[in-house]
């Protein structure tokens, strides 16, 4: 298929993506397999699109998967025609992927629920935001796409509440704060995400609740939810997630992965117009590492 640029100044992915009905991600992975060209030769997804340039593209053809319902324990916190609100387990992922086709998040709703938005497509049915595998906690999923998209928009705004738990390494200096750092993907490992000044600004807000000496127990407030942008930036002040594998301390407490829990949830009903908050205790071995530490 082509397309001619009426008005040019903006990168090629972009403008694939404004002008069609592929996402931006999907425009990048077309331009990286040669499948987009402009004036019959390929480009790199940061070239500038010109008035006048004829970009040639395909559509990918649609893979067609099926992930199955599953049985697994999920707990159900709320659940009502428009929303669900879900305590994930430590352990469990969210969605299915290349690694975890089955026992995710996605596999137990399609059981338990049912009836999903379906914005996201067969891999993330109803899914309006994510937590890692091992951070525990609150979750909010939409039952239809009006719910899931107004959701999503008190999302993008900066509006919903998500509070989380954490234990930390160190004594932190102050009692509260702000950490405001760019986060993107890494360059020395691209498996990982990085504070860095080509990245996505960053906003997460801390109390210290306790303190151990050589751990802190502290309550995080997300602004915005960049990928793994809690263990980021801890770790980018010197005081790495506990138990956190891949951003902190060899030496650190032992559990089932990093020692943070997404404990308190907060949105505007997308039919109601109420705002509705929830909590969930955080999980038996964080409870019980907190008593250790609080007994030492």
Do not use: C, W
Request: hydrophobic share 40%; net charge positive.
């Amino acid at each position: 298929m082509d397309l001619t640029i009426e008005k040019g100044g903006i990168r090629l992915d972009k403008a694939l993506a404004d002008l069609t009905d592929l996402s931006r991600t999907v425009a990048n992975e077309q331009i990286k397999l040669g499948q987009v060209l402009v004036n019959g030769q390929p480009k790199k997804a940061k070239y500038t699109v010109q008035a006048g340039d004829v970009i040639s593209y395909q559509i990918p053809e649609v893979e067609e998967i099926a992930y199955l319902p599953e049985n697994l324990p999920l707990e159900i916190v709320y659940e009502d025609a428009d929303v669900v609100v879900v305590n994930k387990p430590q352990g469990m992922v969210v969605h299915p992927s290349a690694g975890h086709t089955s026992g995710t998040l996605v596999n137990a709703l399609l059981y338990h629920v049912k009836d999903l938005s379906g914005i996201n497509g067969v891999l993330r049915p109803g899914i309006v935001h994510r937590i890692d595998k091992d951070t525990s906690g609150l979750l909010m999923v939409a039952k239809h796409d009006q719910a899931h998209l107004k959701l999503a928009d008190e999302l993008k705004a900066k509006k919903s509440l998500r509070k989380y738990l954490a234990i930390v390494h160190g004594n932190l200096p102050n009692d509260r704060g702000v950490i405001e750092a760019p986060i993107g993907r890494s360059d020395k490992d691209r498996k990982k995400q990085a504070v860095t000044a080509k990245g996505k600004p960053a906003v997460t807000r801390f109390q210290v609740l306790e303190r151990f000496g050589d751990y802190t127990l502290v309550e995080l407030t997300l602004e915005t939810g960049r990928t793994h942008q809690i263990r980021v930036h801890m770790a980018y002040i010197g005081h790495p997630v506990a138990g956190d594998e891949v951003y902190g301390s060899r030496k650190t407490l032992k559990g089932h992965g990093q020692f943070l829990h997404a404990q308190t949830l907060g949105f505007t009903h997308p039919s109601t117009g109420e705002m509705m908050t929830f909590t969930a205790e955080a999980p038996a071995i964080f409870q019980e590492t907190l008593a250790k530490l609080k007994t030492r």
